[in-house]
């Protein structure tokens, strides 16, 4: 007997179908707005322009449904130094287009540092304890989406697990299509983002952009060359990875470091955030322009945005439970800076 969820999928088949006949409309199975998930993406991601243009053409592409069906949608790489927002991107992106961060697959790959944790993807070949039940950390309906829906798999800080791992993911980035050890099962990634992300040459392509920063090649108006900046990431991933991985990549984008005047629309970003967990308990809070430059003013922009997250949560968030505590039928509170010390006090 067929389950309840595929007679729905059926169905909705069948009216899309129906429906294009109908009124002439062009079918495409996808029920997501490119442009609404694309609107989230630079309302909770500040800069990152490369990021946002590509991932506004892939969504469009997609949408328009007509890949062949035998390779994954898409398969984007991240890279860029720690903090800047490729993990982020993934998790907005997957409750823009699913409603929830929870529903991609993600694959913590520093977790699968030794070649041997390939049976944690694959499943254990067969005679090895455990090869017939088909574990593998991958979750086959997150994987697979549905009809309207495609699947969000997220390989996370790929350049830490071994090569045999990564290895592994070759014919799924190819053709989609992963055979568990046991060969009692296939994985079908064709309905399927595939996003990476990795720390890899991120170094060496800021200390590239750095020299422009000052000197004779800022005086005399020098720019980073885009071929070139390609040339030195391109060269660290190829160190890193086989050349058949990397050829299997779509789209390689690279995420800038966030730089002092980034920061200002991050702590709102981060404010929005944490207004919303207040709600929950009917308070906001309100940050005065002393209180702000507290928190921005002594960014290290090596640590990415997570420097302001952790100085938010080291300065400000303790000050604003004493508040709470201090006044529980209070629902508004002020932030601000007196002498080098942020207070929190009702508004
Ligand atoms: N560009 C950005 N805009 C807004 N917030 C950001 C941005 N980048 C990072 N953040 C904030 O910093 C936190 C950490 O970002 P994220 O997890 O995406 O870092 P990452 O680039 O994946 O770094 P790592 O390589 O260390 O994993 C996020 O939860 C988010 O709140
Ligand atoms: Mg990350």
């Known amino acids: 007997m067929p389950f309840i969820n595929d007679v729905i999928e059926d169905n909705k088949k069948l009216n899309d179908e129906s429906k294009s006949m109908l009124d002439g409309s062009r079918a495409t199975r996808f029920r997501f707005d490119p442009d609404q998930a694309i609107a989230l993406l630079k309302t909770r991601i500040i800069g990152q322009a490369d990021m946002h243009d590509s991932i506004a053409d892939m969504l469009h592409v997609v949408k328009a449904d007509f890949g062949s069906g035998e390779r994954p949608l898409a398969v984007f790489l991240f890279v860029g130094s720690t903090g800047v927002g490729k993990t982020e991107t993934v998790k907005v992106l997957t409750e823009a287009i699913l409603g929830s961060a929870s529903q991609m697959c993600r694959i913590d790959m520093n977790t699968l540092a030794q070649e041997h944790y390939t049976a944690a993807l694959t499943g254990a070949p067969p005679g090895y304890v455990g090869s017939k039940e088909n574990h593998t950390l991958f979750d086959f309906e997150k994987i697979e989406g549905t009809y309207s829906k495609p699947g969000i798999v997220l390989f996370d800080e790929i350049e830490k697990s071994s090569k045999e791992v990564a290895r592994a993911l070759l014919n799924v ?158 629902s508004s509170f002020l932030a601000t800076c007196h002498s080098e010390k942020l207070i929190v006090c009702p508004d």
């Open 173 to 330: 980035l190819d053709s989609g299509r992963l055979e568990l050890s046991a060969g009692t099962k296939r994985l079908n990634f064709n309905n399927c983002l595939i996003f990476m992300t990795s720390n890899e040459g991120a170094r060496e392509l800021d200390g590239y952009r750095r020299k422009f920063e000052s000197g004779w090649r800022k005086y005399l108006g020098h720019r980073p060359c885009r071929t070139k900046e390609q040339e030195i990431l391109n060269h660290a991933l190829q160190k890193k990875f086989d050349l058949e991985f990397i050829n299997r990549i779509d789209r390689i984008v690279f995420f800038e470091e966030l730089g002092h005047h980034f920061l200002d629309d991050i702590l709102s970003v981060e404010l929005v955030m944490l207004n919303k967990r207040l709600a929950r308990h009917q308070v906001s809070i309100k940050l005065d322009d002393t209180a702000r430059q507290y928190l921005v003013g002594r960014h290290d922009p090596r640590f990415g945005a997570r420097h302001l997250r952790r100085r938010i949560r080291a300065h400000l968030e303790p000050e604003l439970a004493r508040a709470l505590n201090a006044d529980p039928g209070c």
